[in-house]
């Protein structure tokens, strides 16, 4: 077993690009370094094709960090009676919770009834009961009156008339990807952040051939050709494909991190928001509870981080505070926000966000495919329609669906694992698979070990230094929000745990003060920008003082 670190593949493609100093080949190059880029270099990857994935900022950074962490089925679209959507996406949630436990797990959601609303209870469950058909599994149940408050906690049922309880599925996005992208590592695949695609490199016939790369970790650019480039940015796109695309319809949602104790509840709990009708949800989160979300036309630039806006804060306190018995939510209580952007392909026909439909699309031009659209739950499928529109160009050898496990199961050795309680082995058993051999192993070399974490988090100081070493952590912003959410969940981190993170830093990137200092700044900026409560001039100063006062204990 090959146990190939992120860090380590591309060192090594970056170190023989400078000692070289020429053009490089790959069978396909993968543009976009969210979940379909992942999904499709790991399916690639595994036939035996020499792959190399190109992300221009982070992987994960754009919509696969910043979803609402759902891995559904899709019940809406089964009331839409799109039945082959709706099995498809069951199925591929039920591969992910048997392969991946620890990281996509089941979570109950709670379906409030009143007199005379639709859907009614009985409707609702015959529904559910079809959901469940396909799942294989039953999870479905009836929640009298009587029995509803038990189920939501601080929410007030009001009138209702009863509950229907069902299942589906959360996971933390962002690791998702990362996951992808470790196995596609083991079979031989190469990912390279902060790689921009400048242009395409192109024949004499118009025929996509290559890319010209802008590599800022390197310092350089160069070009890899390859028999054929796809182009898997999501909603950037249109930035790359130029002929025969459909139009892809940008939607914002956003979302509020609170704390648990602010708003404890155990399961998704769905209420119509009284403004529109429009189903907003509350469910826990990695120690936190989450309200969402939005579905807006998102009209500023692509290339900013999207931030949440102060109407969409105002819309969701106000449909949470409407159900809430006791103490109001206000802003004060946020901790954090986060908004990602949906790569929708628009029907033109000027619906609703909501009413959009979510299948994704493939279109093509000689040698470059771009696909654009569809959900979280469905990126493995979506690799495979990708690869087998290469596959009817000649590109590649036929794709059929093996039925193969598409993520490889964990073989632990027994002396490394067996002392782990196990719910610490299954979360990390599905955040690392065929990787948590070498994190055990690597913790002998460590200081703090995985009993130890970070606060209330479940974020132990191993993975934090597991992962500044191996998975091409380049900024301080990677590491606190995408390979950890302590970005969401901690963002101000007491002095004790910046200087412990600072000296990470310190041993695996050799930064000395200076770099800290900058990139502490520049994490700061991040956070303060894209991942709180939209600011006035007053609140910016408060939290850039907030942050300062750290920085300077940090340093002193």
Not at 3 to 30: C, G, H, M, P, W
Not at 45 to 57: A, D, F, H, I, T
Not at 452 to 471: P, Q
Not at 475 to 489: A, E, F, P, Y
Request: with cysteine.
């Amino acid at each position: 077993m090959i146990n190939t670190s992120l860090t380590q593949t591309a060192e090594e493609f970056r170190s023989s690009i400078k000692s070289q100093n020429e053009d490089v080949r790959f069978d396909l190059v993968v543009v976009g370094g969210g979940i379909t880029g992942a999904g499709i270099l790991r399916e690639a990857s595994r036939r035996g094709l020499k792959v190399l994935l190109l992300e221009q900022n982070d992987f994960a950074w754009g919509t696969s960090s910043r979803s609402s962490k759902m891995v559904h089925g899709g019940l809406r679209y089964l009331g839409e009676g799109k039945i082959g959507l709706t099995r498809e996406s069951v199925r591929e949630r039920q591969r992910y919770l048997s392969e991946t436990p620890g990281l996509v797990d089941v979570m109950r959601y709670l379906m409030v009834h009143k007199s005379k609303k639709f859907p009614p209870r009985w409707l609702f469950q015959i529904l559910l009961a079809v959901y469940d058909f396909f799942a294989g599994k039953r999870y479905r149940q009836s929640v009298s009156a009587t029995n509803l408050p038990n189920w939501l906690g601080p929410i007030s049922p009001g009138d209702a008339t009863g509950g229907s309880v069902f299942a589906d599925a959360v996971t933390d996005d962002s690791r998702l990807v990362l996951r992808a992208l470790m196995e596609a590592a083991d079979d031989g695949g190469t990912a390279l952040n902060y790689a921009a695609v400048q242009k395409l490199v192109k024949d004499k016939s118009g025929r996509v051939v290559g890319v010209e790369v802008n590599d800022t970790v390197l310092g350089q650019s160069y070009r890899v050709y390859s028999d054929a480039v796809i182009n898997a940015t999501g909603a950037w796109a249109g930035q790359l494909s130029e002929e025969h695309a459909p139009e892809v319809r940008p939607l914002r949602g956003s979302h509020l991190v609170l704390p648990f104790w602010k708003l404890p509840v155990s399961c998704s709990i769905s209420m119509l928001h009284p403004k529109d009708g429009r189903p907003v949800f509350v469910f826990p989160w990695q120690g936190t509870a989450v309200i969402g979300t939005t579905d807006l036309d998102h009209i500023q630039s692509l290339d900013e981080e999207a931030s949440i806006t102060q109407e969409e804060v105002d819309y969701l306190l106000e449909g949470a505070n409407y159900y809430l018995k006791g103490s109001e939510i206000r802003q004060d209580d946020i901790v954090s926000t986060w908004a990602g952007v949906r790569p929708v392909i628009s029907s033109g026909k000027g619906l609703d966000p909501s009413k959009e439909n979510r299948e994704h699309s493939i279109w093509e031009q000689p040698g470059l495919i771009t696909v654009a659209g569809g959900k979280l739950t469905t990126f493995r499928l979506i690799a495979f329609d990708v690869l087998s529109k290469l596959a009817k160009s000649n590109t590649i050898a036929k794709v059929q669906d093996s039925g193969q496990p598409f993520f490889t199961a964990t073989k632990h050795a027994a002396n490394s694992i067996g002392s782990l309680s196990g719910r610490l082995k299954r979360r990390l058993s599905g955040k690392y698979g065929r990787s948590t051999n070498n994190l055990l192993t690597f913790n002998e070399h460590c200081s703090e070990g995985y009993e130890e974490t970070i606060g209330f988090s479940d974020v132990s100081w191993l993975e934090l230094e597991w992962a500044v070493a191996n998975e091409s952590v380049h900024h301080l912003d990677d590491l606190m929000l995408r390979r950890t959410r302590l970005g969401n969940v901690m963002p101000h981190l007491n002095t004790t745990y910046w200087e412990r993170i600072r000296r990470l830093f310190e041993t695996h990137k050799n930064w000395n003060q200076d770099t800290w200092d900058q990139e502490f700044k520049r994490y700061q900026s991040i956070w303060s920008r894209h991942y709180s409560v939209p600011s006035t001039d007053l609140d910016v100063e408060v939290q850039h003082l907030q942050f300062k006062i750290t920085e300077q204990e940090v340093s002193s």
